[in-house]
């Protein structure tokens, strides 16, 4: 996995995924986030979003509730930095077996790609 060190992100997207990080640990018990696609990959345009797995403690839960949720602040931040966060809440259990996850794929890709933000 990247580290921000090894892999640094631009000042903006650096600045929207830290401000809805503050939101989404004050409302969530985070383990750890991961940026992936574009913005990760430094091949972003200027109105690409910025994709963040959010991973949550223990079994699956509530995904809708958490998305939604997730959604709210990401609409905050929108407004805030102009960069549309768009939130993925991944439970540990799915991100230590991602075979149990819906899409298998994308897991094994934000871990191979993906920057971690905390």
Same mark, same amino acid.
Not at 48 to 57: F, K, N, R
Not at 60 to 70: I, P, Y
Not at 74 to 103: C, H, K, M
């Given at each position: 996995m990247h580290t921000l060190t090894e892999h640094p992100i631009d000042a903006d997207t650096r600045k929207t995924a830290f401000a809805f990080l503050d939101r989404a640990t004050k409302a969530f018990p985070v383990k750890g986030a991961i940026l992936f696609g574009s913005r990760a990959k430094g091949s972003f345009r200027p109105d690409s979003d910025?994709?963040?797995?959010?991973?949550?403690? #223990?079994?699956? #839960?509530?995904?809708?509730v958490a998305k939604l949720m997730m959604a709210d602040m990401a609409f905050d931040v929108l407004l805030e930095t102009g960069i549309l966060v768009q939130p993925l809440p991944v439970w540990e259990d799915e991100w230590a077996r991602p075979e149990s996850y819906s899409n298998p794929a994308l897991l094994r890709n934000i871990e191979s790609d993906g920057v971690r933000l905390c």
């Amino acid at each position: 996995m990247h580290t921000l060190t090894e892999h640094p992100i631009d000042a903006d997207t650096r600045k929207t995924a830290f401000a809805f990080l503050d939101r989404a640990t004050k409302a969530f018990p985070v383990k750890g986030a991961i940026l992936f696609g574009s913005r990760a990959k430094g091949s972003f345009r200027p109105d690409s979003d910025a994709d963040i797995a959010v991973v949550l403690p #223990g079994p699956r #839960g509530q995904f809708m509730v958490a998305k939604l949720m997730m959604a709210d602040m990401a609409f905050d931040v929108l407004l805030e930095t102009g960069i549309l966060v768009q939130p993925l809440p991944v439970w540990e259990d799915e991100w230590a077996r991602p075979e149990s996850y819906s899409n298998p794929a994308l897991l094994r890709n934000i871990e191979s790609d993906g920057v971690r933000l905390c």
